[in-house]
């Protein structure tokens, strides 16, 4: 049993090391395909076999799994300082030393090395590996065909595929290891590992302003470490286990244990890129699609979001719970704003992103039932939907030469296929019956019983999310020549995407069923009953399957009737009479010339101006994050 | 019976768009002048709309010449079928006292064939009004003779 | 199967009473206008001349997006009736709004793309009013089902008064009418030459039309729930509401969206927020 759990770790780190070392193409390819699909068994097979109680690892070559993890922590520090000092950073040189002290003393003088069984899988983990080893799996094998021809345009001498492989597929298994663990010494080294893998890949293009991206993400992260190494020793001191099972059991103790839980509630801020720490996360899309993907949907971002979901029981009905939320909430309002005033697509949906993450930080934190199955489900949706747009956007990149949202209009006429799925991908993330708006409805539900701030902060925001989501799908809709020419897509390139569309759609449909065999064991007493295909709860019902039948329904009846537009008159739109012979999109003009319109999204600039609304609500959130802090004590 | 309905419909739902071609303005205001509360025309259901793709009735005033000729053309092309043109006052029948002027191509029916001529310069509101009943009557015969 | 009869009664029954207000308002408004106006049954003779139209359309995506926007308010009514969840109503009606909008975006016409840009700004301000509103139906009767509305004993204006006000800011919106009726409106000849709805035309603009009185008879309905314990003030309730909103569509002006967004966000979600506070603190 144990062994399939160390299996989702150890593979991925073996198969990085293959990528690395042996420089062929195809091995690297086919290592990638390998681990990918067994990763994508194992985690299936994990889930068919169940939950795993807490289970000790054993020791490798003779030495104990726990201080060889304390080793390889130490190491990992060095090698974080010794980068703060090439890049001439102090806080992360600070940040480091800080933990590097810190750990010594917790290690050497605080912890008395009882055994503690080192890897654990209950539901919230299963999930977790499920979406990290098949959505991750699927990142990177998309990544096999982006890279070759991202390489093949920046004209690279020597290619640095092994690095970037190396990377990518480590972080799969930190982020197993992340959410497999149990000791929570074990959980500070995979979150710090998540930390180097995403620095190194942020820089893999090693152009300046990437760099120093990358620096950014590092010191805001290590900041990250710094707040987990200090919560965990102010929870070790009160509860007095490394044990997050014998943890959740104990619940909240005093104010000690609750300052340090607040503490690693910071850590899971940072590493969720929530506000005022999105900047990272915004900086992290200069790295080739595939990271930002992995970084946005599956990987990175979600090990901050558990961290917090992990610990959420434990102080539930505090004041800390509500200040997480409140925090959360205030993400999602202000990151949904911030989305509204962007056009270049990865920044949008880079912000939307951790406006999703606030969304599920504030379940969290309202820490009811209901608003914990909605953390859990918009995890599973957001990280399928989001990392199919950042795939999306990768590929009209890549064939379109811009990631500007203004320079999509009318993509549909050039490559249907791409427009179409990102298309899929959009409208699941925004409108029923899919799952992340299930999620979202849950979220509103739950939210109407905690806190009247967050109910107005939730309905501002899912409104703002709607804007510049529809805005983006209807434009990128267009004209298409009967006589223009299909559009081709390499296989590996087609697989992830059709998968992760498929797959956003038929899982949404079996959400009631996933509710009852995943999420309710885990949220513990049942804030619904499953009828019907539908799911209801005292608070209201969401009928999924009736509305997806019906809805289906009347969507195939809709492109039957649209897919015999050839036989309806098909005429130019409407220009005041002036249509220019030409060309569809031009006014005819003095000396009949042509005059050509061109139409913009309103981004509401006065309104949503990024460069001044940030300032704002970074002081705010700093202002939320204090507050919360200083209610835990 | 929806059929019936759709084609009792037709006659009592004539929306209507008016394009001044380079009238004087005095026809314009007439037709304007047919929205007021003193001619109502909306008790007949006649709607005016600022779009050819709404429209089933085009009302043209003034003489047309080389520049919106075009213009009348695409407009004209831009109404779903069924539609009925009227063309209103002297210079949209037949160019008026312009229709000798070197830049002027003549009346409506020079560009697109017109069902209904209203005569006047200004026409009177009650020729308008009374122009767009008779265009209805013809467009139902139109749209009879076509099946 | 009561449920089921309901159901079909709304599907069936709705767009025929949304069409029939459709008319009373242009009798209203031509009477204020000292005007005689159209024959009442005038919005059907205008769907059913739409309909007998040759099909018309600019791309493929005009004729899915009107149908969509049908069919997503033909559900949301019918789980209206079928007495759901409240919040899911407004999600599915949200279908239909999005797909109009992209509807309107897929044609290179700069009136529809202006048009569709102005209608996403007046989703962003009722939105959030309504989900409000919802709430504020949960404080009171304990669900967001409309089912628990039948077991409270006193009229839900009592209770939440400030949040009905706000309600009428979204039925302005949502019917087009001024001060709000600047992405498109029932008259033509405004500068948009008819917004969103430009590029629709003939049997698709019919549809869209008929979606509409989907939408107006649920948010009459929404208005309705607030005084559910006795049909003749539920009446009532409405026609007043009702020819409230016709006196403000023809004493207002047409209004730029940031006088909309300040307004309803502020006065709007501010009364919203006051009488939520009020059932908190009850």
Not at chain 1, 595 to 622: H, R
Not at chain 2, 21 to 45: H, K, Q
Not at chain 2, 120 to 129: L, N, Q, T, V
Request: aromatic share 10%.
């Amino acid at each position: 049993m144990s062994n399939l759990l160390v299996l989702l770790i150890l593979l991925p780190a073996a198969a990085a090391v293959v990528c690395y070392f042996v420089r062929s193409e195809a091995v690297r390819k086919a290592a990638v395909l390998a681990t990918g699909g067994i990763l994508t068994l194992a985690a299936l097979g994990l889930l068919a076999q169940g939950t795993v109680a807490p289970t000790e690892v054993g020791s490798f070559l003779g030495i104990g799994s726990d201080f060889l993890v304390a080793v390889l922590d130490f190491a990992l520090l060095g090698v974080i300082y010794f980068y703060g000092y090439r890049h001439k950073s102090l806080l992360i040189q600070g940040f480091t030393l800080a933990q590097v002290v810190l750990l010594i003393w917790f290690e050497l003088v605080m912890v008395e090395h009882e055994s503690v069984p080192a890897l654990a899988g209950d539901q919230l983990s299963l999930i977790m590996v499920l979406v990290v080893s098949v959505v991750g799996s699927l990142i990177c094998v998309f990544a096999i065909p982006y890279m070759k021809k991202h390489e093949a345009h920046l004209h690279l001498k020597k290619t640095r595929q092994p690095r970037f492989f190396f990377y990518m597929v480590l972080f799969l298994g930190a982020m197993n290891g992340l959410v497999l663990s149990n000791n929570i010494l074990w959980m500070y080294f995979f979150f710090e590992v998540t930390t180097f893998c995403s620095f190194m890949l942020i820089g893999h293009d090693a152009t300046e302003i990437a760099t120093r991206n990358a620096v950014r993400a590092l010191w805001m992260n290590a900041l990250g470490g710094l707040a987990f190494v200090i919560g965990m020793m102010l929870v070790y001191s009160q509860a007095g286990t490394l044990n997050i099972a014998a943890l959740l059991a104990l619940g909240p103790t005093g104010a000690v244990m609750l300052t340090g839980l607040a503490f690693l509630c910071l850590a899971g801020f940072t590493k969720a890129a929530q506000i005022p720490f999105q900047s990272w996360l915004l900086g992290a899309m200069v790295a080739p699609t595939p990271v930002s993907a992995l970084l946005h949907s599956s990987t990175m971002v979600k090990a901050g979001v558990f961290v917090v979901l992990r610990f959420a029981p434990i102080f539930a009905g505090t004041f800390l719970s509500t200040g997480v939320a409140v925090c959360g909430a205030f993400t999602f309002l202000a990151c949904s704003a911030l989305g509204v005033g962007q056009s270049n697509g990865k920044k949008i949906l880079a912000y939307s992103t951790v406006a999703n993450l606030g969304l599920i930080i504030c379940c969290a934190g309202i820490n009811t039932p209901l608003a914990l199955t909605a953390a859990l489900l918009l995890i599973l949706f957001h990280a399928i939907s989001k990392s199919l747009l950042f795939l999306c956007v990768g590929t009209i990149e890549q064939a379109i030469g811009s990631r500007d949202i203004e320079d999509m209009r009318g993509l549909y006429g050039t490559n249907p296929r791409t427009a179409l799925i990102t298309i899929v991908g959009i409208l699941t993330m925004m409108l029923p019956p899919f799952g992340v708006l299930l999620g979202k409805w849950m979220a509103i539900e739950a939210s109407a019983d905690s806190n009247i701030f967050i109910v107005v902060m939730l309905a501002l925001g899912s409104a703002l999310m709607v804007v510049y989501l529809a805005r983006w799908a209807g434009s990128m809709m267009g004209s298409r020549e009967p006589d223009a020419k299909a559009e081709s897509q390499p296989l590996l390139t087609r697989l992830p995407l059709m998968t992760l569309s498929l797959g956003s759609v038929v899982l949404s449909l079996a959400s009631p069923w996933i509710y009852n065999s995943l999420l309710a064991p885990w949220v513990g007493s049942e804030p619904f009953a499953v009828g019907f295909g539908s799911l209801e709860s005292a608070h209201g019902t969401f009928v999924v399957v009736p509305l997806f039948l019906v809805l289906g329904l009347g969507l195939m009846y809709a492109v039957k009737a649209a897919s015999g537009y050839r036989r309806v008159k098909i005429m130019p739109p409407y220009m005041s009479g002036a249509n220019s012979v030409s060309a569809s999109d031009a006014y005819v003009g003095p000396m009949n010339g042509d005059v050509p319109f061109s139409s913009g999204n309103l981004y509401l600039g006065e309104l949503f101006a990024e460069s001044k609304l940030t300032p704002v609500f970074n002081a705010l959130a700093v202002a939320l994050i204090v507050l919360m802090m200083g209610g835990a004590l | 019976m929806f059929g019936s309905f759709i084609k009792k419909s037709r006659a009592k739902s004539p929306w209507i768009m008016h394009f001044d071609c380079g009238s004087c303005n005095g026809c314009d205001i007439e037709v304007l002048a047919c929205l007021t509360p003193l001619y109502d025309v909306e008790r007949f259901g006649i709607v005016h709309v600022g779009n050819p793709k709404h429209a089933d009735v085009l009302l043209v005033t003034g003489t047309v010449n080389h520049r919106n000729k075009k213009v009348l053309k695409n407009l004209y092309d831009q109404m779903p079928e069924p539609k009925a043109v009227i063309a209103i006052g002297s210079c949209g029948n037949s160019g008026g006292i312009f229709r000798e002027a070197y830049n002027v191509v003549g009346g409506v029916d020079k560009v697109i064939p017109v069902d209904v001529y209203v005569p006047g310069c200004p026409a009177k509101p009650e020729a308008i009004i009374d122009g767009v009943v008779a265009g209805l009557a013809k467009f139902a015969q139109k749209v009879e003779e076509a099946k | 199967m009561q449920t089921l009869i309901l159901v079909i009664i709304g599907l069936v029954g709705a767009p025929l009473l949304g069409g029939l207000i459709a008319g009373l308002d242009r009798r209203v408004t031509a009477w204020l206008q000292s005007r005689q106006g159209p024959p009442i049954m005038q919005p059907f003779y205008d769907v059913a001349k739409l309909f007998g139209k040759e099909k018309m359309v600019v791309n493929q995506w005009q004729i899915l997006c009107a149908w969509v926007y049908l069919v997503a308010a033909a559900v949301a009514v019918a789980l209206f009736f079928a007495q759901g969840d409240l919040l899911l109503i407004f999600f599915v009606q949200a279908i239909g709004g999005v797909f109009l909008v992209m509807g309107a975006l897929s044609a290179k016409s700069p009136y529809s793309q202006v048009g569709a840009q102005r209608e996403l700004l007046q989703m962003l301000a009722y939105e959030p009013v309504l989900i409000l509103v919802f709430v504020g139906f949960y404080m009171v009767t304990g669900s967001f089902s409309i089912q628990a509305v039948w077991a409270q004993e006193i009229p839900l204006l009592a209770k939440m008064p400030l949040l009905y006000l706000a309600l009428c800011y979204a039925l302005t919106i949502k019917l087009m009418k001024s001060p709000f009726d600047f992405a498109t409106s029932h008259h033509g000849h405004q500068e948009l030459v008819k917004g969103v709805l430009t590029e629709y035309s003939g049997p698709y603009l019919g549809l869209i039309e008929v979606a509409h009185w989907y939408e107006t008879i649920l948010v009459l309905g929404l208005c309705a729930l607030f005084w559910h314990t006795n049909v003749a003030w539920m009446a009532l309730l409405i026609v007043v509401t009702y020819l409230l909103e016709i006196l403000v569509d023809n004493t207002m002006a047409r209004m730029t969206w940031r006088w909309m967004l300040k307004r309803v966000w502020l006065i709007g979600m501010g009364l919203g927020v006051v009488n939520l506070i009020w059932l908190y603190a009850r």
